[in-house]
């Protein structure tokens, strides 16, 4: 088989942002001998080694590193060509990899991914909807939609909304119980909290009415780190919880869950829109991105 030096130089860039030829062939749906036959190629054409491997990883020399910028580069330049010329009704076609929280996902992208499909028919969306932190270079994602304070020197981020808190709780949890008129008055309750999972740090929970700031410090009946179990013990009666009002806001209307000191709100968390310093947008990743803080500026319940 002819030495096709372009499908070499993609494989050498999927391993190395997956550090892995194993992980790469089952990104590019290919065996793990192709790969190897590939870049043994690419190295034998180039003259040098562009890739050391141990049995643990695999990782770029210094020549490799050098050429993955300008052969990924390339190939993102490749890419905007062929759609510049393409006979198809949009210009921005191909794969587009992307992260973002789950209460992001189902509450507000996905329901209106209708709206991006008829935009974009040409671009194949790989979603990843969770709680984790991911690695962008190392797991191939294009660019993230990101809560909280992004503080990864190697990321460009760009501030695109705020997600909304809500403290609540199901009615017949609070039947009976002592009412709860002020921040003082959670200390009564049991408290459920929820922690990240890549993290293992508590969500903080900051109660705010004109200038009275309150931070919520008692310590937790339990904890959960997945969204979906966290709002099954709110309705399950176990206690109070502080909640996306995304999450919240059908069950606060069909009254299965009620809001708990409605005159003090919560402090919302800043979400972002991030992707590596390193990596160019290609006019697929830029039209996905372009749509989502455009969808997320337009909703009230997202907006800055």
């Known amino acids: 088989m002819a030495f096709d030096r372009l499908d070499a130089m993609r494989a050498f860039c999927r391993i190395v942002e997956l550090g892995s030829f194993t992980r790469a062939a089952e990104a590019l749906v290919t065996a793990k001998t192709t790969l ?3 870049i043994q190629a690419l190295e ?28 990924r580069a390339l190939l993102e330049d490749m ?18 990899r992307v992260d973002m929280p789950s209460p992001v996902g189902r509450f507000l992208l996905i329901p209106a991914l209708p709206d991006f499909v008829a935009q974009y028919p040409e671009i194949q969306l790989d979603l990843g909807c969770s709680e984790r932190v991911v690695d962008l270079v190392q797991e191939g994602v294009d660019c993230a939609i990101r809560g909280g304070t992004v503080t990864d020197p190697d990321l460009v981020c760009r501030a695109i909304g705020q997600m909304r808190f809500v403290l609540c709780a199901a009615p017949h949890y609070l039947h009976g119980k002592p009412a709860i008129h002020s ?12 922690v990240f999972p890549a993290s293992g740090r508590q969500n903080p929970v900051r109660l705010q009415r004109g200038d009275d700031s309150v931070l919520l410090e ?4 339990m904890r959960f780190n997945s969204g ?5 013990a709110a309705e ?40 590596p310093y390193a990596r160019r947008l290609s006019a697929r990743v830029r039209a996905f991105t372009e749509w989502a803080v455009n969808t997320m500026a337009e909703d009230p319940l997202w907006r800055l």
Do not use: I, N
């Open 36 to 38: 190897s036959g590939q």
């Open 44 to 71: 034998s054409q180039l003259g040098v080694k562009l890739l050391h491997r141990t049995t643990r990883r695999v990782s770029p020399t210094t020549d490799g590193a050098a050429y993955y910028e300008r052969a």
């Open 79 to 96: 890419d905007e060509l062929e759609a510049s010329v393409s006979q198809t009704r949009t210009l921005a076609r191909g794969k587009v």
């Open 183 to 194: 921040p003082v008055d959670l200390a009564q309750h049991r408290f459920l909290a929820f």
């Open 218 to 221: 008692q310590t937790p009946a």
């Open 228 to 232: 979906g179990a966290y709002m099954a």
């Open 236 to 275: 399950a009666g176990l206690g109070f919880v502080a909640v996306p009002l995304c999450e919240a806001q059908a069950l606060l209307h069909s009254g299965k869950l009620v809001q708990v000191l409605p005159d003090w709100s919560l402090a919302s968390m800043p979400m972002s829109l991030v992707y």
